[in-house]
């Protein structure tokens, strides 16, 4: 396989559905793509104006401050007390280091990249272009001998599904019997709402309890695109296998992969601020208690969605169908059929809309159910 394997972009099929959401005399409510639609937060964009006088070409491995705010960071949030700088390594966003990382970790043909069954599209277009191939499977037993890279994503993307430690636990010991490399994408760990992850901190795959002593092999991508609203500005980061690590940074120095200076200063800023992330996660809250409910109410089942940025709804028919009922609704949502072979019949509502929008949407499905 090569990049002439790739298909069209996906969501360029939702246009029809979007040019009928339009047609509403209310107008769309645009529940697709998970694109931040909230202010960057004043303290973060103080600190990239301040910063704005970057005649120097920036450094790949990150500023000093940066790397200090990372570790600072996975010890205070994601409960990962004894990272160094050599540990970690910002990135030009995540979906970035997502796409490229068979290929800087050097795979190709007759290599296995694993990931979820129900997966963000870009963990198998990432294995496609590198020549590899891609594998959806869920569960730790069934990854196969020839294994070179494992994606687990959790929180999920569509579904929400989050991985428990001792989830994590067994998925490490399954990687390294296989010599595989284990990214865990964690982009959404700030966004617990049910469960035990309504209370607790949703683990990363750092976490000593799953690492058994040793980060060897291990890897945790974050990104501060939804918890900062900093999708514009590409800043995301990984962390984990100082070896790894190293070798990545070795290979994206040659390719110039270097996340821009203003971008890197910011970055520190937002890692250090806690107040602008719990005020962030109360406007998805809003939304999503907006939304549960006249979802239930229109008849779908909402499937996972325990945390993370999306809810995972059904009403147990082909998704393209359920497509169009929310179009006429005036209501654009993402098709399951984008995210692998096994949610077809599965729609994913995003929580990044206006509230006037959430509202309208809401009421509407409220409405329809009458």
Same mark, same amino acid.
């Given at each position: 396989?090569?990049?002439?394997?790739?298909?069209?972009?996906p969501w360029d099929a939702v246009e029809p559905y979007r040019e009928r959401a339009a047609a509403h005399p209310d107008g769309?409510?645009?529940?697709?793509?998970?694109?931040?639609v909230d202010p960057t937060p004043e303290v973060i964009r103080a600190a990239l104006a301040e910063a704005t006088d970057a005649?120097? #070409?920036? =450094?790949?491995?990150?500023?000093?401050? /940066?790397?200090?705010?990372?570790?600072?960071?996975?010890?205070?949030?994601?409960?990962?007390?004894?990272?160094?700088?050599?540990?970690?390594?910002?990135?030009?966003?995540?979906?970035?280091?997502?796409?490229?990382?068979?290929?800087?970790?050097?795979?190709?043909? *007759?290599?296995?990249?694993?990931?979820?069954?129900?997966?963000?599209?870009?963990?198998?277009?990432?294995?496609?272009?590198?020549?590899?191939?891609?594998?959806?499977?869920?569960?730790?037993?069934?990854?196969?001998?020839?294994?070179?890279?494992?994606?687990?994503?959790?929180?999920?993307?569509?579904?929400?599904?989050?991985?428990?430690?001792?989830e994590l636990s067994a998925a490490v010991r399954r990687a390294r019997e296989l010599g595989a490399v284990l990214a865990s994408?964690?982009?959404?760990?700030?966004?617990?709402?049910?469960?035990?992850?309504?209370?607790?901190?949703?683990?990363?795959?750092?976490?000593?309890?799953?690492?058994?002593?040793?980060?060897?092999?291990?890897?945790?991508? #974050?990104?501060?695109?939804?918890?900062?609203? /900093?999708?514009?500005?590409?800043?995301?980061?990984?962390?984990?296998?100082?070896?790894?690590?190293?070798?990545?940074?070795?290979?994206?120095?040659?390719?110039?992969?270097?996340?821009?200076?203003?971008?890197?200063?910011?970055?520190?800023?937002?890692?250090?601020?806690?107040?602008?992330?719990?005020? =962030?996660?109360?406007?998805?809250?809003?939304?999503?208690?907006?939304?549960?409910?006249?979802?239930?109410?229109?008849?779908?089942?909402?499937?996972?969605?325990?945390?993370?940025?999306?809810?995972?709804?059904?009403?147990?028919?082909?998704?393209?169908?359920?497509?169009?009922?929310?179009?006429?609704?005036?209501?654009?949502? *993402?098709?399951?059929?984008?995210?692998?072979?096994?949610?077809?019949?599965?729609?994913?509502?995003?929580?990044?809309?206006? /509230?006037?929008?959430?509202?309208?949407?809401?009421?509407?499905?409220?409405?329809?159910?009458?």
């Open positions: 396989m090569s990049v002439r394997d790739l298909a069209n972009y769309i409510a645009d529940l697709s793509i998970g694109s931040p005649h120097a #070409y920036p =450094q790949t491995v990150g500023t000093p401050a /940066l790397r200090e705010a990372i570790v600072d960071w996975y010890a205070r949030r994601r409960g990962v007390p004894d990272l160094a700088v050599a540990n970690v390594l910002p990135t030009i966003g995540s979906k970035e280091l997502v796409a490229l990382l068979p290929t800087l970790l050097g795979l190709g043909e *007759g290599d296995i990249v694993v990931h979820p069954r129900i997966a963000y599209p870009t963990y198998a277009v990432g294995a496609t272009v590198a020549g590899a191939t891609p594998l959806a499977l869920d569960d730790p037993a069934d990854w196969p001998d020839g294994t070179r890279l494992i994606w687990i994503n959790s929180p999920g993307n569509p579904d929400g599904r989050t991985w428990s430690v001792d994408d964690e982009c959404y760990a700030e966004l617990g709402w049910e469960g035990p992850w309504a209370t607790e901190r949703i683990p990363s795959v750092l976490d000593p309890r799953v690492t058994g002593g040793t980060r060897s092999g291990l890897l945790s991508v #974050y990104s501060l695109s939804k918890q900062s609203n /900093l999708a514009g500005y590409r800043a995301a980061l990984v962390a984990g296998c100082a070896r790894v690590v190293g070798e990545l940074l070795t290979a994206r120095k040659h390719l110039g992969l270097m996340p821009p200076a203003p971008v890197q200063h910011a970055m520190a800023v937002a890692l250090r601020d806690e107040a602008h992330v719990a005020a =962030q996660k109360e406007l998805y809250r809003r939304r999503r208690e907006l939304l549960v409910p006249a979802l239930k109410a229109a008849g779908f089942r909402i499937d996972g969605s325990e945390a993370g940025l999306y809810l995972w709804i059904t009403e147990g028919r082909d998704a393209w169908e359920s497509m169009a009922r929310l179009a006429d609704l005036g209501i654009l949502a *993402g098709p399951g059929h984008f995210y692998g072979d096994h949610s077809a019949d599965h729609i994913r509502v995003s929580l990044t809309a206006p /509230l006037e929008r959430v509202e309208a949407a809401a009421a509407r499905l409220a409405a329809s159910a009458h």
